[in-house]
Nanobody, 120 residues
Framework: QVHLVESGGGLVQPGGSLRLSCAAS????????MGWYRQAPGKQRELVAT??????TNYADSVKGRFTISRDAKNTVYLQTDSLKPVDTAVYYC???????????????WGQGTQVTVSS
């Protein structure tokens, strides 16, 4: 089995910053891609940022220039969020596409989510 555990959410004032982390553990052969998604109350879940195993990144237009995604060699992905706005308030979810063996089939895994609230 594979587990994703997020951390780093919280309450922050507009203009502030938070660093979210997501650690993958369990039966992992390789991680093809990792990413962050968010869901605000009454809205659909949306992509925030993704990063491939080669380090290529992709961002939603609404966060470009403010958020930075990165990953380390220990199966952890980070999301540095700067210049936060009230519209960034949401539950942030980590997603990973993981191979659990040399079999090339890979599967989606999601974390439980971490709440980010931007308010004065």
């Amino acid at each position: 089995q594979v587990h994703l555990v997020e951390s780093g959410g919280g309450l922050v004032q507009p203009g502030g910053s938070l660093r979210l982390s997501c650690a993958a553990s369990g039966r992992i052969f390789s991680i093809n891609a990792m990413g962050w998604y968010r869901q605000a109350p009454g809205k659909q879940r949306e992509l925030v940022a993704t990063i491939t195993s080669a380090g290529s990144t992709n961002y939603a237009d609404s966060v470009k220039g403010r958020f930075t995604i990165s990953r380390d060699a220990k199966n952890t992905v980070y999301l540095q969020t700067d210049s936060l706005k009230p519209v960034d308030t949401a539950v942030y979810y980590c997603r990973a596409v993981i191979q659990s063996s040399p079999d090339p089939r890979a599967y989606d895994y999601w974390g439980q989510g971490t709440q980010v609230t931007v308010s004065s």
